[in-house]
Structure formats: C-alpha cells, structure tokens
C-alpha cells in the first residue's frame, strides 16, 4: 500500500493539476459524500460506457477493488465536477480507454491532461484504435485530426488548451498498454488489468484464480472498514470470524456425515449379496446331498447281493465329495 507521505504528495499534485488545466471551478462547493477510488476510468460515455467500460469496472469490483465509473458510483445531487476531482486524486491507477471518437470530448482531454500531470500510473487502452493515431494528432493528422478542427472552429477553448490537450493524446501513445480489436479476447483483457490494478495498489504481484469463490457476506464482515474509537470493533471481527468458522466446520461434518451414510449403505448392499450367494450355495450342496442318500437307498432296497452298510458309506463318500467340490 503506498505510505501516507506519497499519498498526501499525490493529492497536493492533483490538486494542483486541476487548478492548472483549469477543470473545475472553485466556485464548487466541497463534496459532503467523498467517493473512494482505487482506479479511475477515463473513457468517452456514447462508445463504451455500456461495453468495454462497464465490463472493467465490475470485474475490477468483483475482486475488491474500487473503480469510479460515473453512471455506476455518482448519487443524485453530487456535484460531477467536484465527484470526478476527489475519485481521480485518491486514485492509485488511471485507466484512459482511447475511443474513435474520443476527442470529441473536452472532458475526456481535460481528465487525460490532468492525469499525465500528477505521474499517477496510466494504463491506456486503444479501443478499436491504434497508438500511432494518438501519436499523429499533434501534427494535424490521423482519425483524431477533424475533432480538433471541430474544437477550434467553434472557439469554446482557447489555443493553448488545444496544444495541450494534442500533447497529453501525444504522450500516451507512447505508454505500454492495450489494444483492443475484434481478434482480441476480452476476457483476457479484463483478467490482466486486474491483475496490473492488484499489483498497483498492493505493491507486489497477485495472480488472479482460475475460478473465484466470493464469500461477500462474511469477507464484507471480516474486512469492513473499523472505527479506531469504536471499542467494540475487535470484538465484532472475533464474532464474524467465530461465526465464518461455525459454518465452515459445519459444511465439513455434513459432507463427511454424507460420505460415511453413502459407504455403510454400500457395505450393507455388498453383504446382502454375498448371503444370499452363500445360502444358495449351501440349499444346492444339500439338495444334491440329499438326492445322493436318496438314490443310493433305492439302490439298497433293490440289491440283496451288496451289503447295506457298504452301500451308505459309497454314498456319503460320493456326497461328501461333491459338497467339497463345490
């Protein structure tokens, strides 16, 4: 996390920078609700305000983080102005995402003049657009060319404005970042800048998983933010984290409670099975037991000439090994 002194050092440049590119007006009055931003989106709002914009700002939310998209965080009544300058100040990342239409916007120059100012990290994303169209922009050129013709024909702002704002299109183009097209997978566009916004703000590098487990309600919990007056504070982090270790060992005797009914179950099918092979088994060997006898004293009521005795003995020895043989 970055220390207090550079924090206060960034804020004192934002400042600064806004004062000199003349964004707001100190006529504003100062925000009552301040917005917390850990990453700031700098885009153009009719081109992907609802596409590549929103899709960065909720995966960035998903992990924690916390992005200032405007239509996702301004409440009704706050003064834009004055909501853009605090977001923009306490943020660790900008993100300018460079349109085709992008010039278009004073305010999208003004905010990618301001962020250039204040040395905060930029990450620029080049939407259907290449850097070398930002790149030619200050020699009169390029598909950023006719907005600026438009700029100065309708005279709103003055010719050093105009300059600056073609430098800071100049400038980023030369900064690492993305560029996005039809064959570029978006998806992977969205894990990387979450990762570059994680290694930002925490200062080493996080490798986003594979898959996600979000456990909101108790991590909102266990990582809210604790009044340092508040003397009940350390005692509600023990009870959310009690309560988040109930439920886990919980979840874990069920499974294992599951799993042992599943295999007794099993067992007792398994046992059920070799009793009924077993007394099968045994109701043949005697049945055929019981013929043997049968048929051998038959065989003695009708011989005289053999002696009974002897006949038995042949019969149970000939039963005998059948049984054994089975």
């Not at 925000?31 to 929103?54: E, Y």
């Not at 009690?242 to 799993?259: L, R």
Request: net charge negative; proline share 3%; hydrophobic share 35%.
């Amino acid at each position: 996390m970055a220390s207090s002194s550079n924090v206060s050092e960034n804020q004192s440049a934002s400042q600064n920078a806004f004062q000199e590119i003349g964004f707001t007006s100190g006529s504003y009055p100062a925000m009552t609700n301040r917005v917390p931003c850990d990453v700031f989106i700098n885009h153009r709002g009719p081109d992907v305000k609802h596409k590549l914009a929103s899709n960065i700002y909720y995966a960035l939310d998903a992990i924690g983080l916390r992005p200032f998209l405007d239509v996702e965080v301004l409440e009704p009544g706050v003064v834009i102005p004055s909501a853009i300058q605090e977001a923009m100040s306490s943020a660790s990342l900008h993100i300018a995402i460079l349109s085709h239409n992008y010039a278009q916007s004073s305010w999208c120059l003004d905010e990618l003049t301001f962020m250039l100012r204040t040395g905060t990290k930029i990450i620029p994303i080049f939407y259907h657009v290449e850097p070398s169209d930002a790149r030619w922009v200050i020699q009169g050129k390029g598909i950023y060319a006719d907005a600026f013709s438009e700029h100065e024909t309708k005279g709103r702002f003055g010719s050093e404005k105009i300059e600056e704002w073609k430098t800071a299109l100049h400038d980023i183009s030369f900064l690492s970042g993305h560029v996005v097209n039809d064959d570029i997978a978006e998806g992977r566009l969205l894990k990387s800048i979450c990762n570059e916004a994680l290694q930002t703000r925490d200062g080493f590098p996080v490798k986003i998983a594979r898959f996600l487990i979000r456990t909101d309600e108790h991590m909102s919990r266990l990582l809210a933010d604790t009044d340092e007056e508040s003397e009940n504070s350390e005692q509600d982090v023990e009870e959310s984290a009690s309560e988040c270790s109930d439920e886990i060992i919980s979840s874990m005797v069920e499974k294992v409670e599951g799993s042992v009914s599943k295999c007794l179950n099993r067992v007792e099918v398994s046992v059920n099975v070799c009793l009924d092979r077993v007394e099968g088994s045994v109701t043949k060997c005697v049945d055929r037991v019981e013929g043997s006898v049968n048929e051998y004293l038959d065989k003695v009521e009708q011989s005289g000439d053999e002696p009974i005795d002897e006949l038995i003995e042949r019969g149970l020895k000939r039963a005998f090994r059948w049984f054994t043989e089975d």
